[in-house]
């Protein structure tokens, strides 16, 4: 009789308890999946939100194994795997949510349309901490907005995790490039070659004059949420658009009909949650690793480092807004 195969993983009886590391069962791939040998598991705000049960649109029935990112080589293929195989470096968003088993574990069985190759100039830590922000910065920019060379983009929030990510996309795709933040994170905004925006100090209307001539920008990214959104649509030009990753809320929709401006929001689990469009997430890493690899984006990583054994600090991190940069969990040191 041959002994099933079996794996750690750090396992969430219940919300907001601790995870306990145990050995489950390891799972097989089928058809359209392969299996990882996870190497890291970026950390997002979202994860910490899922294991509290807070996040509505983010629902994951428990006991489970969360973590959404990941980076790892595939160990096997479906019977009807061609575009990968057992060697290859892969990452992507590829579970922790809606049913699907997550990254905190030593192996997972992904459906290859979320993945892309790991861009070679980069390592599993460094890899596992970008698939959920550099997915997200992406659709609003690029699919929603329709980003073109030359336009004036506005980035809220751009010394975090989604922020920092569509600051670079911007700038490699042409755009003048601006970010509001506050005074510690100018270092961080202004590094990734963004003009900093004191919003603290500085009031909407300073700031278009200021950076505009009063026209408004192009493109406006919030990432933040809440008012921020509602800033930003005084700060889109007339004919302008605006993306928000946090569209949620009660918003008066005024000032941007007045400025026959345009709205979109990005909700990158949707393909996770219903199947739909998992291939154009591996596309999008796919053009991600072109940009990582030519050296025009790089991500920033908190120095710390941590283990299967160490998930709750990592997530303990984020939640006392310690972090300092994208946070990762190693599975296989």
């Not at 428990?62 to 959404?68: E, F, H, Q």
């Not at 470096?89 to 993945?115: P, W």
């Not at 990734?192 to 406006?220: L, P």
């Amino acid at each position: 009789m041959i002994k099933p195969s079996t794996m750690r993983a750090a396992i969430l009886e219940a919300h907001g308890a601790p995870f306990q590391v145990t050995t489950v069962a390891q799972p097989r791939p089928g058809s359209g999946e392969v299996l990882v040998r996870i190497a890291a598991s970026g950390v997002n705000p979202l994860d910490t939100k899922i294991r509290a049960g807070t996040a509505a649109h983010a629902r994951q029935s428990l006991p489970a194994i969360l973590g959404l990112d990941t980076a790892g080589t595939i160990e096997a293929v479906g019977p009807d795997v061609t575009a990968f195989k057992a060697g290859d470096e892969v990452y992507g968003m590829t579970g922790g949510v809606g049913g699907h088993q997550g990254s905190l574990a030593e192996y997972q069985v992904v459906d290859v349309g979320l993945l892309a190759r790991k861009p070679a100039n980069q390592s599993m830590r460094e890899a596992a901490s970008l698939p959920l922000v550099a997915i997200t910065a992406w659709e609003g920019l690029i699919d929603r907005a329709q980003l073109r060379a030359g336009q004036r983009v506005l980035v809220h929030g751009g010394a975090g995790g989604i922020g920092h990510v569509a600051v670079q996309i911007a700038r490699a795709f042409g755009a003048e490039v601006f970010a509001t933040g506050s005074e510690p994170q100018r270092t961080i905004i202004e590094g990734d070659g963004a003009t900093f925006i004191d919003y603290q100090s500085e009031t909407v209307a300073n700031y278009v004059a200021r950076c505009t001539g009063g026209r408004g920008f192009d493109v406006v990214y919030d990432t933040v949420g809440g008012v921020t959104l509602d800033t930003s649509f005084e700060a889109v030009c007339r004919f302008g658009h605006v993306v928000s990753a946090l569209g949620w809320g009660t918003h008066a929709l005024a000032p941007l009909s007045f400025r026959a401006a345009t709205y979109s929001g990005v909700f990158t689990l949707l393909p996770l949650l219903t199947g739909e469009g998992r291939a154009h997430h591996g596309g999008i890493l796919e053009k991600i690793t072109h940009l990582v690899e030519s050296g025009k984006l790089v991500p920033r990583l908190d120095p710390r480092r941590f283990s299967l054994n160490d998930v709750c600090h990592a997530y303990q991190a984020i939640n006392e807004r310690t972090a300092n940069g994208k946070l990762v969990v190693e599975i296989q040191l």
